[in-house]
């Protein structure tokens, strides 16, 4: 029989802080078991409302959805995501890196959102709205007689598949409708689909993937990729609305300064009549206040409702909390009294006195008060997991906290779990770089060169189409200008202008020695753009580097974490982390060091090469979790191991422990008991 107090010992703080972070909704669902269906019930009945309307005569119309940092606005999207899905297609747009690349942007993630599967389907969104188009949904005559629907008639035959479509839509002015319509079918394809796929988020594609495809372009420039989202809203006019999620827009670069273009966006969508949208676009209440005023008033009569997220009371605080601690309860023997043992409900009126307070406020106040209930539990106060020192007086020894020490570590700890946690979800996301444009890329190593403090970054080294590809900045060893070129374009036509691109910056000697970032091919010899290539980047100071995946992850870790910072939803240590305390940390922590692309690039030294399993991330996970969780269970924190590390087998943790042990890191508390009783704890310093 195990009671509660023995379970709170061995267990994870259920209020984690490295919880607390939302982001895409897709990669990141909410925890429905963790919903408290009455909190934000107002803005989503108002969100629903507009919902219906788009439903009913497929007008788009524009949500702004307002908050302050921590009430939500994030989870709130995956709330209605997991609410709404049924009803209608959801696409989360992360901020873009540059203002001249918006609509191939806002397409990109739009079809990467309409890949994935919902819940309780077992088809994408994309392959579920194209079935759902009125062009296979209304019945002909073969249909009643042979009980064939019209979609299974025409997949035999491509021409008759577009002419069909055409025919349907011929009064809705699609954009290149034989090669869009053409892609539509190669959807239905098992053997075209990840290329047509491909070919919708505007991926430069090879010549052969485009003879596949039978088209003679990819999407290039910002008016086909808005003509082509303009399609997808233009054909849907009887099927369901696409939800378009415009998530931590005050995080784009400038926008103190020029808050316009997302909502430039939006009124092009309204004014060029794009069907069937529902745009919802969150900011931070500051920053709405902050920007409101640049923004033309034209563009604010776009916005159809702005829904203001509202604290929570008192009551919705409890079950927040009530949710939260749940699953402990559940293991105990003998349930407690209280739904939110061991916290008290007066800990709330005393820390809320106005009787309103925000979700993330509610959580961090959970999480501090549960550390110190569990921290009272042990029997020992010199156990305690946090640096401690000794007064005498009058030879009576007395125990006193350390709390500006335990801060310090407590926040690396923390940040370097929360790192792990975040690169792990990179990893399951991002499975090869040509998933990310180049000005996605370019902008991660943008950011990650100013988290190490490299001086005069500048973007747009390359002029003309392909700016966004490059950027420049100072050597940190000599008085020298680098410049960066990084692309992943297939097709050979592209590569060949961006090499001439490269040229005029080596001519105009406008940097010292020039980088290019590129893991595919660089074409055959006889091609012009392998020729300029071999000029460029053979037997000069000029370089190719072919970037690593794993490189990529690091990269893009730090934007997820950088976006938050600005978003102000960045926690650690119960703090709210600005960008510029996010780089120290950064810095502090050595992360970026391990990057093989900054080792190539010279940014940061060389690393040997481990030739055995290196299992110093595991350690230092496993010593981090103590330092944040205070104590715990043996198994707990070998089970927490063994998830974040699947390749990691338990006698390994075992060792790990041991080895930390030794090293007097660590100590077992009653190293006597049973293995599934054991408590582990940092030793104090």
Known sequence: MTSINEIIKREVNPFDLVNLRSGNFWTENPDTKSVVESIHQEAISEIEELLDLVALDHRSRTVLLIGDAGSGKSYLLGRLKLKFNPRAFFAYISPWPDNDYIWRHIL???????????????????????????????LSLKKRIFNASIWQL?????????????????????????????????????????LACEWLRGDSLSEESMELLKVK?????????????????????????????????????????????IFNINTTIHN???????????????AWKHGVSRILQSDKARIERL?????????????????????????????????????????????????????????????????????????????????????TNNSETKIVISPPKLLVERTLAEFELLWQKEYKKTQEKITKISLLSSPDLIQMLQESLAALEIQEIKLKL?????????????????????????????????????????????????????????????????????QIYQQIFTHTNHHHIKPSLSSVHYLATHQSLVNSALAQELIIAGKTISLQELQSLIRE??????????????????????????????????????????????PTLISQAISQFSDVQESETHHLIDLLCQEKKVKIINPKAKLQDQLICLIAL
């Open 154 to 194: 025409l997949l035999s035959d491509r021409q008759k598949f577009i002419k069909h479509l055409k025919d349907t839509y011929k009064q809705a002015s699609i954009y290149h409708p034989d090669i869009f319509f053409g892609i539509l079918y190669d959807l239905t394809d098992p053997e075209l689909y990840t």
């Open 272 to 286: 060029d009549n794009l069907k069937n949208f529902l745009i919802i676009i969150s900011i931070v209440k500051d």
């Open 462 to 530: 390359l002029s003309g189409k392909y700016a966004s590809f490059s950027l420049s900045y100072q050597n940190p060893h000599k008085r020298e200008r680098v410049g960066i070129v990084w692309t992943e374009d297939s097709n050979m036509t592209s590569f060949f202008n961006i090499m001439n691109a490269c040229q005029k910056v080596v001519q105009q000697n406008l940097c010292h020695t020039l980088y290019l970032i590129r893991i595919g091919g660089v074409g055959t010899p006889k091609l012009a753009g392998n």
């Open 307 to 391: 829904v203001a997220l509202k604290p929570i009371n008192l009551s919705q605080a409890e079950s927040l909390w009530a949710y939260r601690l749940q699953p402990l309860h559940q293991q105990a023997s003998s349930k407690p009294d209280s739904l939110i043992f061991p916290l008290k409900k007066e800990l709330l009126a005393d820390n809320f006195p106005g009787g309103k307070t925000l979700p993330r406020n509610t959580l961090i106040l959970g999480r501090n008060e549960y550390q110190k209930y569990k921290v009272s539990l042990l029997k020992r106060p010199e156990e305690i997991v946090i640096p401690i020192t000794t007064i």
């Open 589 to 634: 922590a050595k992360i970026l060091d391990k990057c093989i692309l900054l080792q190539d690039l010279g940014i940061v030294d060389k690393q040997p090469i481990e030739k055995v399993r290196d299992l110093r991330k595991v350690k230092d996970f496993l010593l981090n979790l103590v330092k944040t969780q205070g104590y715990m269970g043996v």
């Open 217 to 261: 372009y990819c999407i290039d420039t910002e008016d086909t990729a808005k003509n082509i989202l303009a399609n997808f809203g233009k054909i849907s006019t009887e099927t369901q609305p696409i939800v378009l999620c415009f998530d931590q827009v005050e995080t784009q670069s400038n926008w103190t300064a020029n808050p316009q273009p």
């Open 108 to 138: 990109r993630y739009t079809v990467d959102s309409l890949v994935q599967i919902p819940e309780r389907q077992e088809e994408s969104q994309l392959i579920l709205w194209l079935k759902s188009l009125s062009a296979f949904t209304k």
